[in-house]
């Protein structure tokens, strides 16, 4: 293997597979030895349901180093809190609010933004296995994934669908299409940044008056999918907030 390929593989290591309140801890195990063996190791568990577990464990077969670093967590925020780009993996396709690709395209732009930007880290997410990924969870997702299966039948097992997209991305990172660093642009915003940014959002129009707190309506969301729309530049996150301040700002001295 030559040095450029071994560069290109290690992208891989800024890529995150996130599993929300998986119920069976064999598709856990299935899903680390499917990342394994395409390269990838940092597993996130929203609070899974029965875990740590010897069933995980032997399904995981040779690939128990990526369950023992396998971080739990209790919310998907947190699991995101670090990451600039987020696809939500679901079974369905949903209505248009979000913009979605199949899992070629989606570990296409994946990788794009990994050789774009050494801060960037991407996550994939994967729902439950009865009932996927609710709309406030896909509210956290810039993009939808959807892996093209029989209309009728759409539905894979979890895991089997991990092993797909981790194909996918090793299949995309050793292209070679996206020179790394060549495409520095400006510096991706992390999630936790987007939370603090809606946090300010919710708190300054409730000041001004535009959001009753008693009838919030869908603002926030619809906020958010306006923001995971454009995803604006750390630069542009800055004047937002800095317009916000000088909204309140100005609100508190005529209210005061
Ligand atoms: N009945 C559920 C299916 C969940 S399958 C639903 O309709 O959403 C469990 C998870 O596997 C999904 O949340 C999704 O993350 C992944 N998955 C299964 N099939 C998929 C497909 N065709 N495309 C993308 N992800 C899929």
Known sequence: MNESTDNRLGLLDRMRVVMVETSHPGNI?????AMKTMGLADL????PRDYP???ATARASGADDVLARARVVDTLSEALADCTLVFGASARLRSLR???ADARESAEQAVAELAAAPQARVA????RE???LSNEELDLCHRLLHIPSNPQYSSLNVAMAVQIVSYELRMAALDGRHRIGEEL???PVEQAEMERLYAHFEEALIELDFLDPDNPKHLMRRLRRLFN???PTRNEVNILRGILSAAQKCCRGRNG
């Open 53 to 55: 577990s010897a069933e």
């Open 98 to 100: 979000w913009p979605q």
């Open 185 to 187: 642009g400006e510096q």
């Open 29 to 33: 195990g299935a899903a680390a030895r």
């Open 44 to 47: 996130w568990l929203v609070a």
């Open 130 to 132: 009865r009932t996927g």
């Open 229 to 231: 729309r454009i995803r």
């Open 124 to 127: 994939l997410v994967f729902g």
